[in-house]
């Protein structure tokens, strides 16, 4: 395998048996998002990764999968059974993905109940415990006793199951304890449920002379049954857990918006059950019972041997054991704000600022708009919110600005899957506060990322300006990788505020300059820029495209890709997720190659850079930042960004840093192959291999250099203009 997508060639390319005009050629997007889960839990499998880092990768795993199957299991199984038999653009209809899903998660499911097994182990091995009923002390159980009664048992809801009693509405995500009971003075048989509080922690710390033990909660359920079963003997039990359908739907003529957004919130939590999960060991009467009461069938339903809700073990990442995670890492402030001692308009009226996060602080996009909040200079401030933290502090700058008396708009949607409450509860807040608050579009959502203050400086108004390619919110920017780009560049001003414009006031933006947009522009802008690099191949020239993003997966931009392929354009993609292009097939895409990359921190960002005729990298190539994904819903279903980028110190930060960076990642890199499936990049033993957030996290970004300059920065490429 080559050494790197850097510096090593592409691989020779393989032939497979195919009419490459049929929808074969595309990789199916569940199976592909399947086996991106499947790298996930891999890193759990990984002895490289710290333990307790490794233990946070299985949870992961296990999260991911329950939300495929709330949203997209249920979406497919829903068109299913109305008899939809439209196929997906790999040819498939939703029954066949069904089946192919099905037989898919079986396997996933079974490995990560292996992987904790080994887990549990090593845990054991470095004095942290999980153990069962069966193992606890007259210690353990008089300390027990205390927490059951006091912290336990006032939140519990025993539910027998009779004719005067009949089975309850299981929530979505809902973990339920079935009993088979039997009363001591007759022998009469009872059925109950105990539902296992979601408000209570899963795992109860239990005293140790050493390290950590824990019980699960349901095992300390089950050792005080009595106490809410007096009279009754436990004959048998089982765990079970109910996934339902979570995808909104909005009536679309909803006069109140919000209003309509919290109902449908309720209607999530009593959608269609789409999976069961249920103890394997389970009596067969409580499995028949369950299963006939919740109306599945056994195609439906998967036995688990091993521990149900494994995406609680998120529990256990225990951070007084920094010996079993990833060393500290503190992010940076950018040299260029220090220079100006903090100042964030003083930094960006020197030059353009691109931040790398986690590795710069996402403290200073904070910082931005708090100084905006608190300027007397600046007049207006609007602001995009698609996700954002409970307690936000980038709300809290807003509020506090409009409270100031500055105009203040801020676009939040309400549409963000699994976000939509606590945007309906920012936007009450802003709105409270005096700010303006405006919620899109009801037929396309709005995932950019835009920021900008107007600040009065002399006797002209100044935008500065901020593109992000994440959301603004502050805890997953410390474990995504993402683009934060700052400019009082005024042409990007204009085209930002059009977008305000269009957003609150529904007028189409016309000539923006340097930005596209979905779902008008942005899709145009990608297949013209690929048709560049076609002519450019075709006359001779060199034709490169190197793009990164978490998901690839719209037919139209994977036709454009093969096209460039065949006709000589170098391609070089970093996709993280989803990626239904099939690289290196002979006579199809034998220039493309495709790498994922699985690591420390979850990649995020979203970039594509041109040759536009020359060999990358070059000063000369057209460098795009994009909140957008290359999906059918990001191009043609959602107001997205494409930002270009034209500061020359910015562009070599995102070619010869970021982007040669993740290029050339061998330590946490997959290699796509032509069936689609992705391979582990085989380091030969003894060989140093390059670690693209080791790097990111030792070395300063080029833009945020302040007096020290940017010549001491390490860059993995330099371009063909260095010499002049």
């Not at 790197?4 to 390319?13: A, I, N, Y």
């Not at 006091?150 to 304890?177: K, M, R, T, Y």
């Not at 606590?422 to 608050?437: D, F, K, T």
């Not at 060199?542 to 065949?566: C, F, G, H």
Request: charged letters at 25%.
């Amino acid at each position: 395998m080559q050494a790197d997508f850097l510096s090593g060639p592409f691989p020779e390319p393989q032939t497979l048996d195919f009419d490459q005009a049929t929808p074969a050629r595309f990789v199916n997007r569940e199976l592909s998002w399947l086996g991106f889960n499947n790298r996930v839990l891999e890193e759990a499998e990984n002895p490289k990764v710290p333990l307790l880092e490794r233990l946070r990768f299985l949870s992961i795993s296990a999260t991911n999968l329950d939300e495929f199957y709330t949203v997209r299991v249920a979406g497919l199984r829903e068109l299913a059974l109305g008899g939809i038999t439209t196929p997906s653009i790999d040819g498939r209809t939703p029954a066949e993905q069904l089946s192919l899903i099905d037989l898919n998660a079986r396997k996933l499911m079974a490995r990560q109940q292996e992987v904790f097994a080994t887990l549990i182990q090593e845990m054991a091995e470095q004095d942290i415990h999980i153990v069962t009923r069966d193992r606890l002390t007259k210690e353990d159980l008089a300390f027990l006793e205390d927490v059951f009664l006091d912290q336990v048992f006032p939140v519990l809801s025993p539910l027998a199951i009779d004719p005067a009693h009949p089975f309850p509405f299981i929530p979505n995500e809902g973990f339920v304890l079935a009993l088979q009971m039997e009363r001591a003075n007759d022998k009469r048989a009872l059925r109950a449920l105990l539902p296992v509080p979601a408000q209570i922690d899963r795992f109860v710390a239990l005293p140790a002379e050493s390290g950590h033990r824990f019980l699960p909660l349901e095992e300390l359920l089950l050792t005080y049954v009595d106490t809410l079963f007096p009279g009754y003997k436990l004959k048998g039990h089982g765990a079970f857990r109910v996934l339902r359908d979570s995808d909104l739907e909005v009536e679309e003529e909803a006069e109140d918006l919000v209003r309509e957004f919290e109902t449908a919130l309720k209607r999530r939590k009593r959608g269609e059950v789409v999976r069961l999960k249920i103890q394997a060991d389970a009596p067969e009467t409580l499995k028949s019972f369950i299963m006939s009461e919740l109306r599945l069938s056994p195609a439906e339903t998967m036995e688990v041997t091993g521990l149900i809700g494994i995406a609680d073990l998120n529990e256990l990442v225990l951070e007084d054991r920094a010996d079993l995670l990833w060393p500290s890492f503190t992010p940076r402030v950018p040299e260029r704000v220090q220079d100006h001692e903090g100042d964030m308009f003083a930094a960006i009226s020197q030059k353009d600022m691109l931040l790398h996060h986690p590795y710069e602080t996402f403290d200073m996009v904070v910082r931005f708009l708090r100084q905006a909040a608190r300027d007397p200079d600046v007049v207006a401030i609007k602001q995009t919110l698609y996700r954002t933290s409970r307690n936000s502090p980038i709300v809290e700058a807003l509020c506090e600005a409009a409270e100031e008396g500055k105009s203040v708009t801020a676009l939040v949607e309400l549409k963000a899957r699994f976000d939509e409450a606590a945007n309906i509860r920012q936007s009450r807040r802003l709105e409270r506060s005096g700010a303006h608050v405006v919620y899109g579009f009801l037929n396309y959502k709005t995932h950019a990322k835009i920021s900008t203050v107007v600040r009065r400086e002399g006797d002209t108004l100044v935008t500065y300006t901020h593109f992000g390619t994440g959301n603004y919110h502050p805890i997953t920017a410390r474990v995504y990788t993402d683009l934060s780009f700052f400019t009082c560049d005024k042409k990007l001003g204009r085209d930002a505020t059009k977008v305000f414009n269009y957003l609150s006031g529904y007028a189409q933006p016309v000539e923006l300059e340097n930005l596209a947009i979905s779902p008008s522009t942005l899709k145009k802008t990608l297949l013209d820029r690929i048709d560049d690099e076609i002519a450019f191949a075709k006359a001779g020239k060199p034709a490169t495209i190197w793009a990164k993003m978490n998901s690839l997966i719209e037919s139209d931009v994977v036709d454009a890709l093969y096209r460039a392929s065949q006709a000589g354009v170098q391609i070089s993609l970093v996709i993280r997720g989803i990626c239904g292009l099939r690289p290196g097939v002979k006579g199809l895409s034998e220039n493309i190659r495709v790498k994922s990359i699985v690591g420390r921190f979850l990649e995020h960002s979203r970039i594509v850079c041109f040759g536009n005729g020359h060999a990358l990298p070059s000063k000369k190539a057209r460098v795009y930042i994009s909140s957008a994904d290359w999906m059918s819903r990001n191009l043609n279903r959602r107001v997205e960004t494409l930002v270009e980028i034209k500061n020359n110190t910015v562009k070599a930060q995102i070619v010869s840093q970021v982007m040669a960076a993740n290029l050339r990642d061998v330590a946490q890199s997959w290699v796509m192959k032509p069936d689609g499936n992705f391979e582990r990049h085989e380091v030969p033993e003894g060989e140093f291999a390059f670690n693209c957030h080791r790097f990111f996290m030792e070395n300063p970004s080029l833009s945020g250099r302040g007096s020290a300059g940017a010549s001491d920065v390490p860059q993995l490429t330099h371009t063909e203009d260095d010499a002049s």
